[in-house]
């Protein structure tokens, strides 16, 4: 079936400091990617997404490129900030299954010290 | 307005209790989610309504009880839980489209503590 693997963190930085979490995915259709952010004590926000291969989302600073070749959609910020700090999970739908469930990777939590 | 608001925000029970988690939302969206959260982990999916019909439910035990009034609202009823369904409850929603770019948004949860 349909999976995603997120980097394992905790990841830790400094503020100002390029921040990579890897997402990579498997899925036997043509899926849309998305990134979600988590706030500690808070609900799920949408922070960026992509429907097709070569799509760049973008949002808030934060960036990723959907990847078909290396099946990867790799969540990249040039500068991040304490505020930053959250739990980022990636995930996808799949266009050819049922589109209503998303397929979630474990999640990555980023701690940006000042 | 992108807002999926929920009520209570926090959540004390007993294994004996009835008690009812409540979501709404007024994007005009027409797919409408149960979620729930366990720390540190992704939220696994419960129930979806459609259209107001039930469209998919995970194999939830039935102390669970979903309700979609309308296109607008969503329930959770809740009766004889056990500790282990403490947890954060979320809800979402989506346009329904029939496409699988559809974003879904999020409510802040209910955090739910089951004594």
């Known amino acids: 079936g349909d999976s995603v693997t997120q980097m394992e963190g905790p990841v830790t930085l400094s503020e100002e400091a390029f921040l990579t979490i890897n997402c990579t995915y498997t899925a036997t259709g043509y899926p849309s990617l998305f990134w979600y952010v988590q706030y500690p004590g808070e609900g799920l926000q949408l922070l960026l997404k992509a429907t097709k291969a070569d799509d760049k989302g973008s949002n808030k600073g934060f960036e990723a490129t959907y990847r078909k070749e290396t099946t990867s959609f790799h969540l990249e910020k040039g500068s991040v900030q304490v505020s930053d700090s959250a739990v980022y999970f990636c995930?996808?739908?799949?266009?050819?299954?049922?589109?209503?469930?998303?397929?979630w990777g474990l999640g990555t939590s980023l701690a940006v010290n000042p | 307005d992108t807002e999926v608001t929920q009520t209570p925000k926090h959540l004390v029970m007993g294994m004996t209790n009835k008690k009812s988690l409540k979501c709404e939302q007024h994007m005009g969206h027409r797919a409408m989610y149960w979620y729930k959260q366990k720390a540190k982990k992704p939220p696994e999916l419960m129930f979806v309504y459609s259209y107001e019909k039930l469209s998919i439910n995970e194999s939830v035990p039935s102390r669970f009880s979903p309700e979609c009034p309308n296109s607008s609202l969503l329930n959770l009823h809740l009766h004889a839980l056990q500790p282990e369904d403490s947890a954060l409850y979320l809800c979402?929603?989506?346009?329904?489209?029939?496409?699988?770019?559809?974003?879904?948004?999020f409510g802040p949860g209910t955090r739910l503590t089951v004594t």
């Open positions: 995930a996808l739908t799949d266009n050819a299954g049922n589109n209503r469930k998303l397929i």
């Open positions: 979402a929603s989506s346009p329904d489209r029939g496409r699988s770019n559809d974003e879904q948004y």
